[in-house]
């Protein structure tokens, strides 16, 4: 979603999640410099909007310590060693 404020445009974070989320993007002179503003900056589309890196990195944080506890306990007979073993399956080995 882009924000106009007093002919200057901004990206809204779609999440708004993390506690150092950037909010808004940089102020353009276009809806168009706003996007390719969020593009330079790396943020992330979602398929409808945008999220910037940092409530990005939020919800990686988050899944990864969802799925190590989903993890642990479905697979208390596998070892502990920090693998993903779900996503090497049917990988060919090189």
């Known amino acids: 979603m882009i924000v106009e404020r007093n002919n200057q445009f901004s990206v809204v974070c779609h999440s708004r999640i993390a506690p150092d989320c950037s909010e808004n993007g940089g102020w ?10 969020v593009e330079d900056e790396c943020w992330i589309f979602t398929g409808d909007d945008w999220m910037c890196i940092n409530c990005n990195a939020h919800h990686m944080r988050h899944l990864k310590v969802h799925r190590r506890g989903v993890h642990e ?3 208390k007979g596998k070892a502990n060693d920090g693998l ?5 399956i049917g990988i060919d080995p090189l």
């Open 28 to 37: 353009c002179d276009s809806e168009e410099e706003a996007n390719e503003w």
């Open 73 to 75: 306990k479905n697979d």
């Open 84 to 88: 993903d073993h779900e996503l090497t």
